[in-house]
């Protein structure tokens, strides 16, 4: 009975524990589900495939498909998950009771596992040894350039780019660190590992993968004698996705003229040339206005009565709202047996100046095939045509400047539809710009630029990678110019060029990659072949009945017919090696040298060799510096180099002869009737040349803090300059063309740069992220040459002054008494209302003497500003650059305030109607007159402006249509939609049209900068 009653007892406890056990099991599994989501980037949306989602605490995880996506299991509505990817900030998440996630990652815009693309190989940023910008490429991707270089401008500390608005940008300059050589000062490009120093209007940016830009000569001077100026390496896009990826990219827009000259309408330039006449004691007469005490405007300016009495704003004749249209086409592809890239282009931008604009079409194919294990090959190739028409600017011929001061009086056209002629109305010296326009309307230019190489990439032995690369540059351009008459006095006349360029480069390297313990040691060894062959031809014709643009052949013209060409080749040789040693990720040094050897110069000579050597430390990978909150890497630089530059005539070694029947004639016979065409000396050759060389050091620091919410770079250097390639003054007693290239001059900059990147925590749904450098040189001619210590006219080189200075006299106001006048220094033409010029050497006479450096056109401050505000699925993007502390010759003063300035009969500023006068002493103009006794358009302190600026450059606003069921279906996995505004504002004291000039810092009416409105949408399939 015991024991039965112990059995029943047992038996209940077993089926009560069960119980309880089957009970919290039921538990658990209705807790534990399954979870389903997609991870997007929330720089661009696009899905990511291979992110890892955790479940935090745990080994538990997954990671995404090719379509982004992921299901995972959690046991309960407290689990976290945790979503990492490489190059973006890790999220955590907790879904709570949801079932479905959309989870966004952000980029880690401190991230120092970051590789770039260095010197014919890449590195980790981290390992950085000097100093190398890296471009954030999707700031630039939408601008509305046809030039990607313009919209780097402001972008990169150190790297000032300046162009004006002629469509297709082909103006524009890029200066790295400053000026540094009276020679050229254009940068090395390199694109897919082929070196260039081609315009880059002919790339689609679109296509840019990734851009550094190498500033210091121990960075750059694996590149040796092209180097000395900087280096911009471009890569462009390959293929990624395990799956077929289309991208579409469709922008339009319309550009506007931001500001024009603000000039006299027709009844107040009556009222002006009549003062004029009056304050110089003359009486006033014209054929528009009569002969009377007062202008009265006539009814029609010609005899026929054909041309009637206008009040025409030339400007708004020449200028119109312009269209901008982009679209970009790209597919790809990516496995682990290689990739796939091809994409598509067109570009078609019309200049604010009617009749000009810019068309392009390119292609372009990358792709590479790994064939095994130990053999990869690949090619990219760009295939690009373009055509485009510009318009004359930048001096007082140019059509901004003749519009700008074209008599209103005048209309554009007679009643009977013909082009009126100012010269013949007024008595003018300048045509009629439209009618200039539309004579030209048939001209362009037409380019073809192919650009490609093909390389093998072998591993035969672990660590050692050989690579054979073979580019290829193709350039060729055919240009038409038909001169119509603009006078019917003029001979028209029809001229063609045809010019064809080839580059061929082939490198070889070797790349040996070591890593032991805490050791690793990288070695590149390599040689490059450059080879250049260019041809031109050019033809002329005058005198055509007919200027219809199917009659216009060199064939149908009855005048003079004459032709020409040319033939040039260049060729170098180069061996280089490399070597980079990291240990224990504490102690980084790098060492490079580049041996030159070019045809340019002659044998004994024409070598250089360019050595580099820097090193840095990572001093929070120390044990004995203690760790300090908030404060994340610090790693601190230094860097010592050369770099060469060589360009130079491919023949200025040698001396060169020709005929020339002028000048080289002699009479032979002594008959006095017939002579015989001798030859002279065309150029002068000089063999000692040498290479110009750069030295440069540089010491920065790299630090990250708050989590790398905060990071920063700075970096000082000093560039000195020696043996500049120039062309001195020649006696003239050696004879005719005796100046020659030759190795004189030294010239040193000296500056600091700074970039900050802060991207706080995400608060919710919103985020933000900045960016911001700044960037300062000064810039010194130390030596010039032995014949002279300083050349040029108003703009001048001088030893002590920064290149291109400007050089006149200092005006110290207008004369307000005749006993101002009469104390003053003897000044030709000084008088009451007229302009005071400052006697510097004391002599009581205003000469030659008083001239002194009165500007300087090099800014002392750069800077720029991106910010990014995100809110769901909207971004709100805005950049500002400003240039501070430089000066600009406004040449466009002479014109528009003052009546003397050229031709008696254009046009003139409303700002001359503040001109000085008994009554109105508070002004800066001086009393009107059409006398110039006193010289008042001599280069002077009055036309040289501070030019400082702070512009927002772009503003951008973007949404990102989320996935959802009508995307799904047709397979579209991002969808961005934006619109733009470009030049939206300038905030500058400047007078004339724009600040932001071409780098010489001379305001000759350039093509103007329009400001643009853009709409965009970008999709991905």
């Known amino acids: 009975m015991n024991e039965k009653l112990k059995f029943q007892c047992n038996l209940l406890r077993k089926i009560k524990l069960l119980a309880f056990f089957c009970s919290m099991s039921f538990a658990l599994i209705a807790q534990t589900r399954t979870i389903s989501g997609v991870v997007r980037s929330s720089e661009n949306g696009e899905t990511l495939i291979g992110a890892t989602i ?19 299991s959690i046991p309960n509505n407290e689990s976290v998950l945790v979503v990492s990817m490489i190059g973006l900030k890790k999220a955590e998440v907790k879904p709570g009771k949801l079932n479905v996630l959309n989870i966004t990652l952000d980029p880690d815009q401190a991230l120092i596992d970051e590789v770039v693309v260095t010197g014919y190989t890449s590195q980790k940023k981290a390992d950085l040894t000097g100093a190398v910008s890296v471009v954030k490429v999707a700031d630039m991707k939408d601008a509305p350039f046809a030039n990607a270089a313009q919209a780097m401008q402001g972008r990169v500390a150190g790297v000032q780019i300046n162009s004006d608005g002629a469509p297709g940008g082909g103006g524009t300059s890029i200066r790295i660190r400053g000026m540094g050589t009276v020679n050229n000062n254009n940068p090395l490009y390199i694109i897919d590992g082929i070196p260039t120093t081609e315009n880059l209007n002919s790339l689609n940016a679109g296509d840019i993968e990734s851009m550094q830009v190498l500033k210091d000569a121990s960075s ?37 003229v931001a500001k024009q000259f603000d000039v006299l309408n027709s009844t107040q330039w009556g009222e002006v040339f009549w003062k004029a006449n009056q304050n110089s004691g003359m009486t006033a007469t014209h054929p528009f206005y009569g002969s009377g005490a007062t202008p009265v405007a006539v009814e029609y300016l010609d005899a026929a009565h054909k041309i009637p009495f206008s009040n025409t704003n030339w400007q708004n004749e020449i200028y119109s709202p312009a269209m901008i249209n982009k679209y970009s086409a790209s597919i790809s592809n990516g496995s682990e047996k290689g990739n796939m890239m091809l994409s598509l282009n067109y570009t078609d931008q019309n200049g604010l100046v009617d009749y000009t604009f810019f068309k392009r079409y390119s292609a372009r194919l990358n792709s590479n095939y790994n064939i095994s294990k130990y053999i990869t090959v690949g090619e990219n190739v760009m295939i690009a045509n373009w055509k485009d028409l510009g318009a004359s600017t930048q001096n007082d011929r140019g059509i901004p400047f003749t519009a700008m001061r074209e008599n209103p009086a005048i209309p554009v056209k007679s009643i009977d539809g013909v082009y009126t002629s100012p010269m013949q109305l007024a008595s003018s010296d300048i045509g009629n710009p439209v009618k200039m326009l539309y004579n030209a309307r048939d001209n362009q230019n037409n380019s073809w630029r192919i650009l490609g190489n093909a390389f093998l990439e072998v591993k035969p032995l672990k660590n050692l990678t050989l690579k054979s690369n073979l580019g290829i ?139 580099a050597f820097s090193g840095a430390w990572r001093l929070t990978e120390e044990s004995f510096i203690p760790k300090v909150k908030n404060i994340d890497y610090i790693k601190v630089r230094g860097g010592w180099g050369q770099t060469g530059n060589s360009e130079i005539g491919n023949y200025a070694t040698y001396s060169s002869y020709g005929y020339d029947i002028g000048n080289a004639s002699y009479d032979l016979n002594g008959a006095n009737t017939t002579s015989v065409t001798g030859i002279k000396v065309m150029t002068s050759g000089n063999p000692d040349l040498k290479w110009e060389t750069t030295t440069q050091t540089n010491v920065g620091l790299d630090a990250s803090f708050f989590n790398n919410e905060l990071s920063l770079s700075f970096d000082y250097y000093i560039k000195n300059t020696k043996d500049m390639l120039t062309i001195p003054p020649s006696l003239s007693v050696m004879g005719e063309n005796s100046a020659m290239w030759m190795n004189t001059g030294d010239m040193r900059n000296n500056g600091f740069e700074l970039v900050l990147n802060y991207t706080p925590k995400k608060q919710g749904d919103f985020s933000w992220d900045g960016s911001f450098n700044i960037s300062k040189y000064k810039n010194k001619l130390v030596r010039l040459n032995a014949l002279v210590t300083q050349t040029g006219g108003d703009q001048r080189n001088i030893v002590g002054q920064p290149l291109g200075v400007f050089y006149g006299y200092v005006v110290d106001g207008i004369f307000q008494t005749q006993d101002q006048v009469l104390n003053h220094a003897d000044q030709q033409g000084k008088g009451v209302g007229r302009f005071i010029y400052r006697d510097l050497d004391h002599n009581g006479v205003i000469n030659d003497k008083d001239q002194c450096v009165i500007g300087d056109p090099n800014p002392d401050l750069s800077m720029g500003l991106n910010l990014n505000l995100n809110y769901k699925n909207l971004t709100l993007s805005c950049f500002f650059n400003s240039d501070l502390g430089f000066d600009i010759y406004n040449t466009t003063k002479r014109q528009l305030n003052f009546m003397t300035y050229g031709d008696k009969n254009t046009n003139r500023g409303k700002s001359i109607l503040n001109a000085w006068t008994p009554e109105n002493t508070n002004t800066d103009i001086p009393a009107l ?38 995307t ?37 009416a350039p093509y103007p900068i329009a400001r643009t409105l853009m709409l965009g949408l970008n999709l991905k399939f």
């Open 473 to 611: 540059e193709h350039i060729q351009f055919l240009n038409n110019s038909l001169n119509r008459k603009q006078e019917p006095s003029d001979v028209n006349s029809m001229s063609v060029s045809y010019g064809q360029g080839d580059t061929y480069t082939w490198s070889n390297t070797a790349n040996y990659n070591l890593k032991t313990g805490k050791h690793s040691l990288n070695v590149l060894a390599g040689t490059e072949a450059i080879n250049y062959m260019y041809s031109g031809l050019t033809a002329f014709r005058n005198n055509y009945t007919f200027e219809d643009l199917n009659y216009m052949v060199l064939d149908a013209g009855s005048g003079t017919q004459t032709n020409g060409g040319s033939k040039s080749e260049w060729a170098l040789f180069s061996v280089f090696g490399k070597a980079d040693y990291n240990f224990a990720d504490k102690y980084l040094l790098s060492a490079t040298i580049r041996r030159d050897a070019s045809s340019r110069l002659q044998q004994s000579n024409n070598s250089g060799i360019f050595p």
């Open 968 to 1004: 799904k279906k047709i397979g579209l996995s991002t969808m961005q939609i934006y619109g733009m505004v470009d030049n939206v504002f300038t905030i500058s004291n400047y007078s004339g049209l724009e600040p932001a000039l071409p780098v010489s810092g001379i305001d000759n």
């Open 220 to 256: 750059a001077s694996i590149y040796g004698a092209r180097a000395a100026n900087g280096v911009i390496i471009i890569t462009t896009k390959k293929g990624k996705t395990a799956k077929v990826s289309v991208d579409l990219d469709i922008s339009s827009g319309v550009q506007m």
């Open 54 to 72: 955790k479940l935090k605490g745990t080994s538990t995880g997954t990671i995404t498909d090719i379509n982004g996506k992921f299901t995972i």
């Open 929 to 966: 007159t059409v006398l110039d006794n006193n010289n008042e358009t001599r280069m002077s302190t009055y036309f040289i402006e501070n030019g400082s600026y702070l512009k927002l450059r772009n503003l951008r606003l973007a949404y990102n249509v989320t996935s959802n069921s009508w």
